[in-house]
């Protein structure tokens, strides 16, 4: 297909609507920092997701996944910038006639990372948004992370200093992003997106000198629970009902959220929505073994449940419980304190609703038996439940009958399922790059993925000896693969409980016991697919990219990344033929990265 002809082609005029301008600017003036900013001319557009940019309504819906020089020149003029910060200014470096006439704002938000416990220094501190556009009824946020060091970076917090951008002085006061941070972002985040996991999106990742990049995202809604939380622990009313009403308001004209008349309504609705949303994230994370550094900030995640900032985000091989991520003077959670956070986060949405209500705060400890906290657990229960079984291989269909009706084989096996899913190296603790961690020494998804191929053969409980030899990880040494009476025990309790609900499932479709078992196989090995990226995985995956980037056309680094992405897809409606380059280098190159992927399956 070729480009279209035309000023109306050659223009993209949709970009010239990101320009600074934000509803939340109205709507909370105290909720944000303005600057100046002028445009950079060392950047180049390393990536450019086409299929976000038709959604957005960027380029036409029928323009080729192809740049040319003018959407190049459109993308740079849109994205590529720098602030005009604190720094600058103090030191007369201002340029006026190379500053652009539209300001920016950079967000404030509470931050763990920040010595002050009320949010009044913390937020964006090296990020801009470029403003919200909308095509056919939805509307995008868009912002920038690498545009500048500003005032709400956690070193000037701390330091009571301005920094330039670049400047390496102080940890968290560079202002810059890393291409090979961008690159990451983009596998992990389309790669979720295609799962069906609620994620920011990378729309651009602009390559500039030294190997920083500045990373542009968008989302429906980027605003985070921390930025409703900055206001709550100042018990500034107004800009907590501004930013509160923002929300509210894109939820609703998105179509997410059903419009409510009268303020307590809204208000209601909107705490109640946002404890279902975290209570289903935290089972999501539990069962999916994605780190997402949960905490009573709400910084590391959006309000409608999103993963953002992939820097610390992980997607594990296996229930590494104890993973812990380094952040200097903090640990972050571990997998299984996610949920008790994000429960934590839920009395801060009971706090928002009262204050909103009733321009009163509650102590928090005054919510500690909120009606909320028990909507949480039986939401947290429920989707716990439905992914558990999901990951088996049942059909949407299946999980809700067997829920109902076979609810105690479904409690014997997800007993014995957490048993060997959680059981840990009998060698303890072990540092890894970016933190501490303490090896899983079984593989359910391999277990999940073999036990139907097994059982269409026999429909009969392995030999304890077999299950444990399909069970075992890398990790496992000899000691950990030893077989005791319990684990004897469990994997006789796990099988039992697993025929028992296959055979439900069979009686409510009508098929036989081999049918059902040949249905679960076929889905289970795509759900629980061998070359599942983790974070490792997609770290060493970046790094081929990389190297192998300057030596690709730009539709050639488009097509690979495509291409991996789409082997990642573990939808079951997914096309059996993966998307494969033609190009032999290509080929080769998609062969080497999910080698790497296979090699780090089990790892963090």
Same mark, same amino acid.
């Given at each position: 297909?070729?480009?279209?002809?035309?000023?109306?082609?050659?223009?993209?005029?949709?970009?010239?609507?990101?320009?600074?301008?934000?509803?939340?600017?109205?709507?909370?003036?105290?909720?944000?920092?303005?600057?100046?900013?002028?445009?950079?001319r060392d950047g180049r557009v390393a990536w450019f997701n086409f299929a976000l940019a038709r959604e957005m309504g960027l380029i036409p819906h029928?323009?080729?996944?192809?740049?040319?020089?003018?959407?190049?020149?459109?993308?740079?003029?849109?994205?590529?910038?720098?602030?005009?910060?604190?720094?600058?200014?103090?030191?007369?470096?201002?340029?006026?006639?190379?500053?652009?006439?539209?300001?920016?704002?950079?967000?404030?938000?509470?931050?763990?990372?920040?010595?002050?416990?009320?949010?009044?220094?913390?937020?964006?501190?090296?990020?801009?948004?470029?403003?919200?556009?909308?095509?056919?009824?939805t509307t995008w946020d868009v912002s920038s992370c690498g545009t500048g060091v500003t005032c709400l970076c956690p070193a000037t917090a701390e330091n009571k200093e301005f920094y330039r951008t670049g400047s390496r002085h102080a940890s968290y006061g560079c202002g810059t992003a890393g291409l090979d941070e961008g690159l990451s972002t983009v596998?992990?985040?389309?790669?979720?997106?295609?799962?069906?996991?609620?994620?920011?999106?990378?729309?651009?990742?602009?390559?500039?000198?030294?190997?920083?990049?500045?990373?542009?995202?968008?989302?429906?809604?980027?605003?985070?629970?921390?930025?409703?939380?900055?206001?709550?622990?100042?018990?500034?009313?107004?800009?907590?009902?501004?930013?509160?009403?923002?929300?509210?308001?894109?939820?609703?004209?998105?179509?997410?959220?059903?419009? !409510? @008349?009268?303020? &307590? #309504?809204?208000?209601?609705?909107?705490?109640?929505?946002?404890?279902?949303? $975290?209570? /289903?994230?935290? *089972?999501?994370?539990?069962?999916?073994?994605?780190?997402?550094?949960?905490?009573?900030?709400?910084?590391?995640?959006?309000?409608?449940?999103?993963?953002?900032?992939?820097?610390?985000v992980r997607q594990l091989g296996l229930y590494h419980r104890e993973y812990r991520f380094d952040d200097g003077p903090r640990w972050s959670t571990t997998l299984p304190q996610q949920r008790a956070k994000a429960r934590q986060l839920v009395r801060g949405f009971a706090q928002i609703r009262d204050f909103l209500r009733s321009g009163r705060k509650p102590p928090l400890a005054k919510l500690a038996r909120d009606p909320l906290l028990r909507l949480f657990d039986a939401e947290f229960s429920a989707e716990r439940e439905r992914r558990l079984l999901g990951r088996i291989g049942f059909e949407?269909?299946?999980?809700?009958? !067997? @829920?109902?009706? &076979? #609810?105690?084989?479904?409690?014997?096996?997800?007993?014995?399922?957490?048993? $060997?899913? /959680?059981?840990? *190296?009998a060698r303890g603790p072990r540092k890894v790059p970016d933190g501490v961690s303490w090896n899983a020494i079984f593989c359910s998804r391999d277990l999940l993925r073999e036990l139907p191929v097994r059982y269409a053969e026999r429909p009969e409980p392995l030999a304890a000896e077999e299950f444990l030899e399909i069970a075992a990880s890398s990790y496992a040494s000899r000691r950990d693969r030893q077989l005791t009476a319990q684990r004897r025990r469990t994997a006789a309790a796990l099988q039992s409980a697993y025929l028992e609900l296959a055979e439900r499932a069979a009686s409510h479709a009508g098929l036989s016991l081999r049918a059902q078992l040949a249905r679960l196989a076929r889905r289970s090995a795509r759900i629980n697919a061998a070359t599942r990226t983790t974070g490792d995985g997609a770290d060493y995956a970046t790094a081929r990219l990389l190297r192998q980037r300057r030596r690709l056309t730009s539709l050639r680094f488009h097509q690979v990344i495509e291409a991996f992405v789409a082997s990642?897809?573990?939808?079951?409606?997914?096309?059996?033929?993966?998307?494969?380059?033609?190009?032999?280098?290509?080929?080769?190159?998609?062969?080497?990265?999910?080698?790497?992927?296979?090699?780090?399956?089990?790892g963090l």
């Open positions: 297909m070729t480009q279209r002809s035309g000023p109306r082609a050659a223009s993209y005029p949709a970009f010239r609507k990101l320009d600074g301008s934000h509803p939340l600017k109205q709507a909370a003036p105290g909720a944000y920092v303005d600057y100046a900013v002028r445009r950079r029928d323009h080729p996944d192809r740049l040319n020089p003018a959407l190049r020149r459109a993308i740079l003029d849109c994205f590529c910038l720098v602030i005009v910060n604190e720094h600058d200014l103090l030191r007369g470096r201002r340029e006026a006639r190379e500053e652009l006439p539209q300001r920016y704002m950079a967000t404030r938000y509470l931050q763990l990372q920040h010595p002050g416990r009320l949010g009044r220094t913390s937020g964006d501190g090296r990020s801009i948004w470029n403003g919200a556009i909308t095509r056919r009824g596998l992990l985040s389309e790669i979720f997106h295609r799962n069906g996991i609620g994620t920011e999106r990378v729309l651009t990742v602009i390559a500039l000198p030294q190997g920083c990049a500045i990373n542009v995202r968008a989302g429906r809604n980027l605003l985070r629970p921390s930025h409703f939380f900055t206001h709550l622990k100042q018990a500034d009313h107004e800009s907590l009902q501004g930013v509160v009403d923002c929300f509210i308001e894109r939820q609703v004209a998105n179509g997410d959220w059903p419009a !409510l @008349r009268g303020a &307590a #309504r809204r208000y209601d609705f909107f705490a109640k929505e946002l404890t279902r949303v $975290f209570a /289903r994230c935290a *089972a999501l994370f539990e069962s999916e073994y994605i780190f997402c550094w949960l905490d009573w900030d709400g910084d590391n995640i959006l309000a409608d449940g999103g993963i953002i900032d992939y820097g610390s949407p269909g299946a999980v809700a009958s !067997l @829920r109902r009706h &076979a #609810r105690p084989a479904l409690e014997r096996f997800r007993r014995a399922h957490g048993y $060997f899913e /959680r059981a840990r *190296a990642q897809d573990r939808s079951c409606d997914a096309p059996a033929a993966e998307l494969v380059p033609r190009a032999p280098e290509l080929r080769r190159l998609l062969v080497q990265m999910l080698s790497d992927v296979a090699h780090f399956r089990h």
